[in-house]
């Protein structure tokens, strides 16, 4: 395992009284039971935490005094990204307060900083609203509901996850024009999901948490078991059916053309752009030399029996494509491969991973690449990962050496319309990703201590509704801060 040489900075937590033989842990890693505490030991330290902080407590939220102004963060945030495509970026953004929060990790990052904490520790997701969770196909070719963005995956409080999930229903049931008290429902029915699910959790084998996964059959069986009628269930399969063709050939024929016999990117300025377009004054021979080292960086990432399938294929092209809102401007990457022939494509993404929004505030990643901070966590939080998910470092177009990291493009992937969601439906599927979350952090924290802090009554799912109401506010305020910025014209907004 390759570590970091950069200083560790000392995570802003706090350690719970009584729970210091399972709360301490090393800046970047999550918290590990003791061997020599019991499970009835860990449950009462994850209790006693709450001398601490008290649940009640997290339903706290007031800006820092010292608060930085949320459009300059944005800005400094934007001096590492591609300068043409950073206008894209607030464009989507000033769509709606939603698709800013969406936007805006780094400005919730620096805030939950200043919230009370346990002191116990999992692998964070660092993203956790609920665009963020969705269908992908595992490598057993089955439609599996879990979380699906990693870019800011880093060791951290258990709660800044949550809080981030939770805020993020509130904003979008506001943005629905739910009514007030069912925005607050769907927050706590989620927070209940969450942590009832860790209860559960505290009950399992190492084993039975660790092989917890949620297909799309059981979602299906539990949206029907949470009241959704019949055609809503119609409308949930057709998705899911529509999801497992979303592959590699599906992306052949919205992003490629055939030009002369062969299969090529197409150009879509700024959306997607081949390579060749913005390195023309390269020949051909020093291009494709860049793109066999890059390869076989990407290659040494990967597991002995994925490298004689990569081998298999053989490269094609290469096109920038510009994807989500969060990331807009990040250098991403479509890498077309064929095997066979033209009928048998890979389509790999390979997309920048910076520094986590989350290290300033939790400590410094354990490995020196970015994109293998991304590939761990993944690995580490999802039920299953992509075969082709790697990581390698690379040169960019800027000179500059950047980190990647790599995966298929759409592979089965299923994302949900939040646009088009009603009360019951948001409720429901804010309890999926309450239980997928929960899901994820037993896997890498002490879900035994976690599960005693929560304990048995609702204080804390009606602690964090209070503090989803008043974070809306806040990022409602950040968001007509944004667009203000975007009127005077102080910031180049763009949309497309």
């Known amino acids: 395992m390759a570590t970091s040489e950069r200083t560790t900075t000392k995570a802003s937590t706090k350690v719970a009284k009584g729970a210091a033989p399972s709360a301490a842990a090393p800046a970047g890693r ?44 944005l800005e400094r945030q934007a001096e590492s990204r591609v300068p043409e495509l950073v206008p894209l970026r607030y464009g989507r953004m000033a769509h709606s307060a939603f698709a800013f929060f969406r936007g805006a990790a780094a400005v919730m990052a620096a805030d939950l900083a200043h919230t009370p904490v346990s002191g116990l520790r999992v692998q964070l997701c660092g993203d956790a609203h609920l665009s963020n969770f969705g269908g ?5 070719r089955e439609m599996l509901f879990d979380i699906n963005d990693f870019d800011e995956t880093l060791p951290g409080p258990w709660e800044w996850d949550v809080k981030r999930l939770a805020a993020s229903l509130l904003i979008a049931g506001r943005d629905l024009e739910l009514e007030r008290l069912h925005c607050r429902e769907v927050v706590v029915w989620s927070m209940r999901a969450y942590r009832e699910a860790m209860r559960t959790f505290a009950e399992r084998t190492n084993l039975q948490v660790w092989y917890a996964r949620l297909e799309a059959e059981e979602v299906l069986a539990m949206a029907g078991d949470m009241g959704a009628d019949a055609k809503r269930l119609k409308s949930l399969q057709r998705n899911i059916d529509k999801a497992r063709a979303k592959d590699s050939e599906r992306a052949v024929s919205k992003l490629t053309e055939v030009v002369g016999g062969q299969l090529r990117f197409i150009s879509a300025p700024p959306l997607v752009v081949p390579l060749h377009e913005l390195l023309a004054d390269v020949p051909r021979q020093e291009f494709e030399s860049r ?21 298999s294929y053989r490269f094609q092209g290469i096109a920038r494509k510009v994807v989500g809102v969060g990331s807009v401007g990040t250098r991403a990457w479509v890498v077309l491969m064929v095997g066979r022939d033209e009928a048998d494509p890979l389509v790999l993404q390979c997309k920048e991973a910076q520094v986590s929004v989350l290290e300033p505030y939790a400590g410094a990643s354990d490995y020196a690449n970015s994109g293998q901070r991304v590939v761990e966590g993944q690995r580490l939080m999802q039920a299953a990962s992509d075969i082709f998910l790697g990581w390698l ?89 944004l667009v203000g910025a975007i009127a005077a014209g102080h910031i180049e907004a763009e949309d497309a």
């Open 30 to 73: 999550p918290t590990a039971p003791a061997e020599s505490m019991t499970p009835a030991e860990r449950a009462a330290a994850g209790k006693a935490a709450r001398t601490e902080a008290p649940r009640s407590s997290h339903a706290d939220w007031a800006p820092a005094k010292d608060r930085e102004d949320p459009v300059a963060q």
């Open 136 to 140: 992908f196909a595992s490598p057993e």
């Open 291 to 311: 793109m066999a080292d890059l390869l076989d960086g990407y290659r040494a990432s990967l597991a002995d029996d994925r490298r004689r399938l990569l081998d």
């Open 393 to 481: 470092p690379a040169v960019g177009l800027d000179d500059q050496a950047r980190d990647f990291y790599v995966r298929q493009l759409w592979d089965g992937k299923l994302s949900v319309d939040i646009e088009t969601m009603d009360y019951q439906q948001l409720r429901n599927y804010g309890r999926l990703c309450g239980w997928t979350l929960a899901r994820a952090h037993a896997r890498s924290g002490d879900r035994i201590a976690i599960a005693g802090y929560l304990g048995k009554g609702g204080v804390f799912e009606e602690a964090l509704a209070d503090f989803s109401i008043a974070y809306a506010d806040q990022n409602e305020l950040d968001y007509k801060a």
